[in-house]
């Protein structure tokens, strides 16, 4: 089985998010990326168990600089056969998706898995995009996937339940918090990751349906005003008169 | 102009329905488009909230990612909407990406705001920790709204409601099981909020989170940690890397508020922690602190909401 994990670089969890050239560019100083959690701790290592069971083999894919090589070692580090850099910058959602779906067009991939949304931008587009670019199925948010032959059986996020799906591959999926467990790499992965082939292909003509054109961060949050803890009745009182939440 | 809502229906017309028939109405002409089996009386009410009509195609139950598509993307054709409205659930992001490719239209994901004087749109980004404002360069445009994001208005009165053929084709993807938790109120669309963390020491001390959900109407929620050890499922997980989530009222009992949860949510309106660690910084994401011990707040707090409902009936 051939596999296709999609992976985008994200800032650190812990980062202070901030903003630069009048509040049109993320303020990049001091941060440090790591590959989108959603896309690491759920897609991939999903992609590599899928691998170790069936065989085959699982490729990384990410639209990116030069700069960001690090970030795919990083991912390479973890398990997979070889990555894949377009070589652009990242622009809109729809850019992105369109870049993969080329380059995914050619390769003839049975399973294409992304995260369920990279945690800075949190749009949950680029599979989705993808699917319907190659003309694939696409389940979203699934948070377990298991493959029998060509069928995969899922479970996915429906209304704050689970709905249980079968699909014929190939299939791009997004994948949620439940499909797999994060795997931290060993010392043997980190040094193989150095020698793996990482190709850089260069990026195909796509427009960009949108942009974002300013930034702005939450007003700080007043003091929190601190209740007797033997007084809930007083709690509730504010929640009801003050707050007007219940 | 022309407005295009699309509500999934499957689980009856709700809140999140009324928002984006709403928002729509801000734009222009709303027309509703849904599919399944759905009570005709419900979806006229959609009306009130400002739909001018409502098309449903009835034979389109358990629709997959592609037959959706195609229904939207016909009855965008059909009413010459170059807007397309989705509440931002798990249908929209299973469906707006694919008819954002399938018209040439930019999609705004996770919008909180109508269209700003200049066009751009106001959405959710960095974990709920900065907000962007987004410029849309097509024609055609696809608005997914966050949830719980504006206030529903009634404008109107009942609608007429039309059955509709999608042409949506066969399902690829099918449906074998639906697993709804049963009796409680689904995570993403409740307005209060219940949960907590590792402070609560295990899973056999939840039926005092779950009694005060149930006093106030609550749907609960857990830490990552607490789903990670199994104490709770992981769709109560709610954070960076679960759910994010944006109630009116946001209770924590025994989580410390780490960067990662209160990304899932810092969209609440009034959080509310209860921790016996005056360090704990959730305190400074907080509206109301309780310094004390969990076992013996909750219970409290659960027999003075009691106390509350009574005497308001």
Redesign the interface.
Known sequence: MKILVCISKS?D??SK?A?TDGNSKFDENGVQYIVN??DE?YALVRGLELKETLGGTVTIVTVGRVEDDSVIRKALAIGADEAVRIDADTK???YT?MQIAEYAKSNGFDLILTG?ET???????????I???LNM?????A?KLEVSGTKA?LD?????????????LPLVV?CA??MAEQRIPNMRGIMAARTKPLTVVPAASV????????????AG??A????D??N??E??????NE?K?? | MSILVYING??GIGKNAFEAVTYGKKLGDVTVVTNGAIDEGSLASLGVYGASKVLVDSTLANA???QL?NLVANAAASVGAKTIIFSH??VA??????????L???????AIAAPAADG?IKV???????????????DTKIISLLPNSIQPEESGSACSVEQFSGNAGDA??????????EG??????A??VVSAGRGLKGPENWGMVEDLAKA?GA?TACSRPV?DIGWRP??E?VG???V?IRP??YIAAGISGA??HL?GV?GS??I??INTDAEAPF???????????AF??LP??T???K??KASNN
Request: aromatic share 8%; proline share 5%; hydrophobic share 40%.
């Open positions: 800032p969890t812990t998010i903003f959690p959603y701790w809109d959602a729809y998706a369920k945690i800075n931008y949190n749009g949950s587009q680029v599979a989705g995009m699917a319907e670019s199925p696409f389940v979203s948010l948070t059986t996915k996020e429906y209304l704050g339940g689970i709905q249980t799906v079968e699909a014929e997004s918090k439940g427009e960009e349906f949108t942009s974002f054109e300013t930034y702005t961060t939450p949050k007043s929190c005003k601190m209740i803890p033997n809930m009745d709690l509730v009182a504010l929640l009801h707050a939440v219940i | 499957n689980h997959d990612d592609q598509t659930d798990h992001k299973n469906v707006a990406p694919r008819l954002s490719v399938k040439k239209a930019g999609l705004v994901s996770g751009t959710n980004v960095f974990s709920g920790k900065a907000f962007g404002n987004v410029k849309v360069n097509t690829k993807v099918k449906v074998t099981a639906t697993k709804q938790p409680d109120i689904p995570l993403p669309e307005e209060l106030l749907a789903a992981h769709h997980h960076q890397t679960g994010a009116n009222l960067i990662q990304a810092n309106k009034v509310v922690v305190f400074k994401a907080a509206d109301y602190g309780i310094l004390g011990d013996e707040v409290r707090l027999e003075a909401v106390k509350f």
